[in-house]
């Protein structure tokens, strides 16, 4: 697959989910204590209270695997930028941590997605947020102009992920923080799961392996980096997101049992 394949996939799924998330009533898989969802990586993120300050259609268009404003331990006057931010819920969610005297970017590459993004910044009433238009692997900030850069499972769905990583240590400025939810893979992807966009666009076949993010990470100048678990999905777990793939779902689970997991990675950028 090529970059611009991949692009263009991410470009029309994600679309569609925000058009989704206007239209379709009823709860969102990323809400804690929801049910039904039939999604191992999207489901629960989200307390009761986070859900209830952002709109609706913003926990609806989520589709990360963790949630990173909980784990990232923002501080009120923080720059915060979000790599592919989505119907805006971890930006709007950043902002109110870091208050009125810190700003949270959105960075997404989807018109669909951004309308959306604006349209709960608006609902929200917050102030403190600008949603820009770009890619990940070429942001268009300055260097060394945010303090901490989030990510909900997005990095993955790069095929240039040592770019990524790259301008991502660009814009932070000395001892910025990097804090991003991804799925990570301990051992080898099977082949056909690299090959099948479908689920490279859900976060799955683009995984890195844990050992491969820290290179990827000390090699882009980061330090301190920390890989944490925090979903470790099983054979059930397999299934389900390899259901409907046109992949033999039930062999290939027992192939990656225990292979895939939901992470915090932390890194920090060098004071000097």
Known sequence: MSAETIRDAI????????????TVKGSSCCEAGSSGCGDPITSGLYSADESGAVPESALKASLGCGNPTALAELKAGETVLD?????????????????????????DMTDEMLRLARDNQRSAGITNVEFLKG???NIPLPDNSVDVIISNCVINLSADKDQV?????????PGGRLAVSDIV???????????NVELWIGCVAGALRDTEYFDK??????????????RIYGVEDAKQFLDGQGIDAACLATRIEGS???????ARKPLT
């Open 11 to 22: 470009k029309q799924r994600y679309g569609r989910a925000a058009l989704r998330a206007q």
């Open 165 to 173: 990583l790259r301008e991502a240590f660009r814009v932070l400025r």
């Open 83 to 107: 790599l592919g931010s989505g119907g805006g819920i971890d930006v709007l969610l950043s902002a109110r941590r870091v208050g009125p005297t810190g700003k949270a970017y959105g960075l």
């Open 185 to 195: 893979v301990k051992g080898e992807v099977p082949a056909e799961l690299r090959r």
């Open 135 to 137: 890619e990940i692997e």
């Open 217 to 230: 990470l000390t090699c882009a100048g980061f330090q301190d980096v920390e890989i944490e678990p925090t």
């Open 260 to 266: 895939f997991m939901s992470a915090f990675v932390r």
